[in-house]
Nanobody, 126 residues
Framework: QVQLVETGGGLVQAGDSLRLSCAFSGRSFSSYAMTWFRQVPGELREFVAGISRDGGSTGYANSVKGRFTVSRDNAKNTVILQMDSLQPADTAVYYC???????????????????WGQGTQVTVSS
């Protein structure tokens, strides 16, 4: 059974940093590219960052490029989202996600992802 659990969210001030973790339970974590999304109430879930299954390729939404860094530790079945220089516009629930089938490259379309965590709230005050 696949389970994804995000942790690390919280309430911070603008300019602060947070480090989100996504713990994966299941088989063959290193066979899957992983993706981070975020969602604000009343809006669609949007792509934030993705990482290939070996960690060699990463990608970011324009709104977070240069401030967020995605990484993974395949030995620990964990994906990390380091968020620096946080802004109030970054306030959202953050989710990690896995595709249904093994793949090398990350997916940016939420429709292409099969497994989601419960999310962790990030709130940035001005």
């Amino acid at each position: 059974q696949v389970q994804l659990v995000e942790t690390g969210g919280g309430l911070v001030q603008a300019g602060d940093s947070l480090r989100l973790s996504c713990a994966f339970s299941g088989r063959s974590f290193s066979s899957y590219a992983m993706t981070w999304f975020r969602q604000v109430p009343g809006e669609l879930r949007e792509f934030v960052a993705g990482i290939s299954r070996d960690g060699g390729s990463t990608g970011y939404a324009n709104s977070v490029k240069g401030r967020f860094t995605v990484s993974r530790d395949n030995a620990k079945n964990t994906v990390i989202l380091q968020m620096d220089s946080l802004q109030p516009a970054d306030t959202a629930v953050y989710y990690c996600a896995r595709p249904m089938y093994t793949r090398t490259s990350y997916i940016t379309d939420r429709g292409g992802l099969a497994y989601w965590g419960q999310g962790t709230q990030v709130t940035v005050s001005s």
